[in-house]
Nanobody, 120 residues
């Protein structure tokens, strides 16, 4: 059973910083990738950042240079450091884990989400 629990969301002023955490019930190295998604009201869920089991990272264009995804393998935790926050970053943020089976199917696992609100 896979369980992902996010924490660290809250209210922050524009230009401020916030760090989200995602604690996994098992080794995050058992997944091919860990990622953060976000969903704003009336919008589709979008990929924000992803880190592969090999440590490679990619980011959505609007957060490049501001957000950093990282992991602590010993603690089975992935983080999203968010700096220079903008009102447009306001959304529910979701932790995601991906595992690809030998036959090619990728399975997604999701946390419950944590709300980030950027407002003065």
């Amino acid at each position: 059973q896979v369980q992902l629990v996010e924490s660290g969301g809250g209210l922050v002023q524009p230009g401020g910083s916030l760090r989200l955490s995602c604690a996994a019930s098992g080794s995050i190295l058992s997944f091919n990738a860990m990622a953060w998604y976000r969903q704003a009201p009336g919008k589709q869920r979008e990929l924000v950042a992803i880190i592969t089991s090999g440590g490679n990272t990619n980011y959505e264009d609007s957060v490049k240079g501001r957000f950093t995804i990282s992991r602590d393998n010993a603690r089975n935790t992935v983080y999203l450091q968010m700096n220079s926050l903008k009102p447009e970053d306001t959304a529910a943020y979701y932790c995601n884990a991906k595992r690809t089976a030998n036959w090619g199917t990728t399975y997604d696992y999701w946390g419950q989400g944590t709300q980030v609100t950027v407002s003065s």
